[in-house]
């Protein structure tokens, strides 16, 4: 099992305001504003611009699940809007040899 893996289609969105209760317009253009402001300010200094890094996509790690012969299954996480489990195991097919 891997656990509250950061989706990368759903944290941009997450930083934006969108899930917030009260999200409207102008929030989210001056969230918008802001995170630029961050994201310029960091690599002008050389540092990580944001924790995307670590994010995978489901279907990369599917994709790598299946080619070793895996099966996959995505439960969204409890907590976070944008984060996620995948429990990763044996195939039926690989558990009869």
Same mark, same amino acid.
């Given at each position: 099992?891997?656990?509250?893996?950061?989706?990368? =289609?759903?944290?941009?969105?997450?930083?934006?305001?969108?899930?917030?209760?009260?999200?409207?317009?102008?929030?989210?253009?001056?969230?918008?504003?802001?995170?630029?402001?961050?994201?310029?300010?960091?690599?002008?200094?050389? =540092?990580?611009?944001?924790?995307?890094? @670590?994010?995978?996509?489901?279907?990369?790690?599917?994709?790598?699940?299946?080619?070793?012969?895996?099966?996959?299954? @995505?439960?969204?996480?409890?907590?976070?809007?944008?984060?996620?489990?995948?429990?990763?195991? =044996?195939?039926?097919?690989?558990?009869?040899?």
């Amino acid at each position: 099992m891997l656990f509250d893996i950061l989706d990368p =289609r759903l944290y941009p969105l997450w930083k934006m305001g969108l899930f917030s209760q009260d999200a409207d317009l102008w929030k989210i253009l001056r969230k918008i504003g802001f995170e630029f402001k961050v994201m310029l300010s960091a690599s002008l200094s050389n =540092r990580p611009r944001d924790i995307l890094g @670590f994010a995978h996509n489901p279907y990369a790690v599917k994709k790598i699940a299946d080619r070793y012969g895996f099966e996959t299954i @995505f439960v969204k996480s409890m907590y976070y809007e944008y984060k996620y489990h995948a429990i990763i195991s =044996r195939t039926s097919e690989a558990q009869k040899v």
